[in-house]
């Protein structure tokens, strides 16, 4: 399913239509640390590293960020919101449960397919910040837990439309589902596997039949609904 959202760098740029020169800057920089921020992590993120990327000087940036701290922050806000537009927003296009849900795990595989020579900040983050608590880490793990939010509400509906079982599970379900996200983006960037797009399709394929109605609900161990285990 092709994505209907605007390119990431127009969406920017529009926000910073009509704004006022100081309102103007600080998109243009928060463009440049984004950028930075996908191929170096957001630890590589510091005032220096972006004055000298955006060619001004180190209190220009801080007078529109204050700290790195913060630069971080507005980054990851910035992701999100992009996010929305190339993922969500599309998706809630399409009628309510599986044509939902499908179109949610499309536009987020083709969001990592576009991220395979930069890195989802998403992940990267995790990684980055799974064991150092404070502000940036909260901020990342809000704008995570809202993708699942919508996640796993577009899973209930499909159970109370009827086209998943009534006993499914939608955080198990939401746990696959994700799973796949993170194989994909492993095997397409770090091991440059060809066909790790089609893998994952298949496997989410695999997950929905495994909760339709009138697959039996088995004991824990005796099905693996995304493939056999290994051997």
Not at 75 to 101: M, S, T
Not at 119 to 144: H, K, N, Q, T, W
Not at 154 to 170: C, E, H, K, S, Y
Request: net charge neutral.
């Amino acid at each position: 399913m092709p994505l209907h959202a605007k390119p990431a760098a127009d969406a920017v740029r529009e926000r910073g239509r009509g704004a006022h020169k100081g309102q103007q800057t600080r998109v243009a920089i928060l463009e440049a640390a984004l950028n930075l921020a996908s191929h170096m992590g957001l630890e590589g993120l510091s005032i220096g590293a972006l004055a000298d990327t955006t060619g001004m000087s180190k209190s220009g940036v801080f007078a529109h960020f204050g700290s790195r701290e913060e630069l971080q922050i507005s980054v990851i806000r910035e992701y999100h919101e992009r996010f929305e537009d190339e993922v969500f927003r599309p998706a809630v296009r399409q009628p309510r449960g599986l044509p939902r849900l499908r179109a949610m795990f499309e536009n987020w595989v083709g969001k990592v397919t576009t991220e395979i020579d930069s890195g989802c900040i998403y992940i990267s983050g995790a990684v980055e910040f799974d064991d150092r608590p404070g502000p940036v880490r909260d901020a990342l793990a809000s704008m995570v837990l809202l993708w699942h939010g919508a996640l796993g509400r577009a899973i209930r509906m499909a159970v109370d439309l009827g086209q998943l079982r009534a006993d499914t599970d939608p955080m198990q379900m939401l746990f696959e589902i994700h799973g796949l996200i993170l194989s994909l983006h492993h095997d397409a960037r770090f091991l440059r596997s060809d066909g790790a797009q089609g893998r994952a399709r298949k496997a989410f394929e695999r997950v929905i039949q495994f909760y339709e109605p009138g697959t039996p609900a088995t004991t824990f161990g005796t099905v693996a609904p995304v493939g056999a285990a290994l051997v």
